[in-house]
């Protein structure tokens, strides 16, 4: 039996003794994938996969192996982990109300011991392992097709881990029918990607981030900002790139007044039933501090997208 996990109630008060801990102590919580299983396992039903590089994987608490799932693949940013990823991101709770399996990889730890993923090289990107996460990733997905039925696969990913996720739309990963990418980007030259096929795509990014800029950077090591990026993806599927809709403004950050966030939806045209939207956070930075909405809100998102 896993360990046992502590209840998902204490995690902001969790999060704020380990922002202590770390800034009096230098000491990070870097849980492996085995401790993330136990933390969860009070609320959630969890598989390890993957062999001598496991993952996490939470199922419901009342886990029905006859029915379909929502596979979605958490991608966490540099220099994190799988862990503060869900505790940032909030994911974890919907998995027993939203019939969500919720898959929890980590990215292997470069010479300054920080985790990253083998996904897009630009300028001031994280060393590269010369593993490939693609297929890794790819690995996982199948093995989680053992124990659960996978209707289709999502991928959330943010900041290297957004990066990773346009990553894996460009290679065609099987199943897989949507992205969600806050804080990241994708090849500067279109080409590499030039046989994805489309699926449905959520740029999130804030037009003060000073880490990944909003605007992108020129160059061969550059990066494509989040508007161009958005009307890319949006072209590949076909659609009216003059008939954007404007979408009410929303509320997704906790430290901005009002709604601050613009958005903007690409459907007109699309092929299948692909969508494009660019959420774009006015004054919002690299990790926006995200309110109780902002789970549900890219939830609903992938209920309208497919």
Known sequence: MLAASRPIMLALPLIALLAIIVLFFGIRDDPDAQKIAARMSDTHTVRLIGGERPAALALPRVFDPQRSYLLILGLHGYDSNAWEYDQYLRLSPAVNTDDIALLLPQGLKDSEGSRFWNGVPWRGAPQRSGVDDVAWLQ??????????????????????????????????????????????????????????????????????????????????????????????????????LDAPAELPPLDLDSDIDGAETAARRWSEGCDGDVVVELWSIHGGGHAPDFSDAFAPRILAWLDAAN
């Open 139 to 240: 690995s996982l997905i199948v093995e989680a097709g053992e124990i659960v039925q996978i209707e289709r696969v999502v991928a959330v990913g943010h900041s290297n881990g957004g990066f990773m996720a346009y990553r894996l739309a460009c290679e065609g990963v099987p199943n897989l029918s949507a992205i969600i990418s806050l804080a990241g980007s994708s090849f500067a030259d279109p080409q590499r990607c030039a046989e994805a096929a489309p699926v449905s795509v959520l740029q999130i990014h804030g037009d003060e981030d000073d880490l990944v800029l909003y605007e992108g950077e020129a160059g061969e090591d550059g990066y494509p900002g989040a508007a161009a990026l958005a009307r890319r993806w949006a072209e590949r599927a076909g659609c009216d």
